[in-house]
């Protein structure tokens, strides 16, 4: 039985470039366990991808590897809803009404809007800025209990309570006030080179991430190539160890041990095997998914059955909450 039973689970994930293995120990790895004994609901965020300019080929491309997967790391279309935001219209609607209870002091302290629109400052679109309101719709259009994420949506999901809290002092017990459900090991995974700074899959720098779709080979290089330290002590130190406590987290995650039991594991070790033994668990725990998912991509016809099936489901229960809503804030039923 999975940490979690009876909740409602909604999380999602942008189809914005390959997956990084942040995204695969802060969110994706930890999903497959919930769907058992929860009612889960995992959606695609192309329309949050916007945000930030796509090439529609690309991005269309990218939904069909991020399905993949989904399905690879082993979630069940018979259990778990998997959808595309954009064939649930509820979410833009949603969306809408929520930004009437969302204030714009409360998103301008919004981290990820600082640091992305420092990143693309020919482009602070405002979609950009009001990205935390669709994602508290998609949260709140399903009553979800429980979102499973990494440290750095935490903030998004404070904002998505507090519209809920809001909007029910207002209206009545209309939304379910998520808990984010953030794992101890792996919530924060950092850059290779850069261990300052989150390993992200927008990153310019090839070797600041690993992608789960790559093979073993370039795993093992860029972890030989990871910043350590000028000590020879593999010690978490967070603060003043950055690079080692980042691999120290990594393996933790993947072999599901503590900071301490992993300082157990390489005492004494030195830093080039205690890299390569890294890498080693990576690669390992990613092959199998990779395998699974280069047979599922192009199974177009499978994929598009998944999606249209996952989207009708969604929106059965999008529409019923959308219609309360509706009625609460006084726009007639259609
Ligand atoms: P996104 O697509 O950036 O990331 C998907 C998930 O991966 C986690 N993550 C990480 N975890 C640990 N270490 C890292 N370096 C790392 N990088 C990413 C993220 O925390 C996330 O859980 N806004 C969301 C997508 C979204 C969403 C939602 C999530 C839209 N609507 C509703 C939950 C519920 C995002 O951009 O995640």
């Not at 009437?100 to 301008?108: A, F, K, R, V």
């Not at 900071?259 to 390569?276: I, L, P």
Request: proline share 4%; charged share 25%; hydrophobic share 40%.
């Amino acid at each position: 039985m999975s940490e979690i039973s009876n909740k409602r689970i909604y999380s999602a994930i942008q189809p914005t470039g390959m997956l990084t293995l942040g995204n695969y120990l802060g969110a994706l790895r930890r999903f497959p366990a919930l769907q058992d004994d929860n009612d889960c609901l995992f959606c695609i965020a192309n329309m949050h991808s916007l945000t930030v300019r796509q090439d529609p080929e690309q991005l269309r491309e990218r939904i069909y590897s991020l399905l993949s997967l989904y399905l690879a790391v082993g979630l069940d279309p018979e259990k778990s809803i998997l959808y595309l935001q954009s064939q649930v219209h509820e979410h833009a609607e949603l969306s809408w009404i929520l930004n009437c209870y969302t204030y714009l002091g409360e998103l301008s302290r919004m981290t990820q809007f600082k640091d992305k629109s420092s990143r693309h400052a020919d482009n602070i679109n405002a979609g950009l800025f009001t990205y935390p309101v669709l994602m508290a719709a998609d949260i709140l259009l399903y009553r979800s209990d429980v979102v499973p994420i990494g440290d750095d949506q935490k903030q998004h999901l404070e904002m998505a309570r507090d519209i809920a809290e809001r909007f029910n002092k207002v209206y009545g017990d209309t939304f379910v006030v998520p808990q984010p459900f953030i794992s101890r090991q792996g919530a924060r995974i950092m850059s290779l080179q850069e261990p300052d700074k989150k390993m992200s899959k927008s990153d310019t720098n090839v070797n600041n991430f690993i992608l789960i779709t790559e093979p073993r080979e370039v795993i093992m290089k860029k972890f030989k190539k990871a910043v350590t330290d000028s000590e020879a002590e593999v010690r978490f130190d967070p603060e003043h160890k950055p690079g080692v406590s980042n691999l120290m987290n990594i393996y933790g995650a993947v072999k599901e041990l503590s900071s301490e039991e992993v300082e157990n594991v390489f005492r004494g070790a030195r830093y080039g095997d205690f890299k390569m033994a890294v890498g080693e668990a990576v690669a390992d725990a990613l092959e199998p998914v990779r395998e699974r998912y280069e047979a599922l991509v192009s199974d177009r016809a499978l994929l598009d059955k998944v999606l249209k099936t996952g989207s009708e489901k969604a929106s059965e229960i999008a529409r019923g909450v959308l219609a309360d809503v509706y009625g609460k804030v006084g726009f007639p039923r259609g």
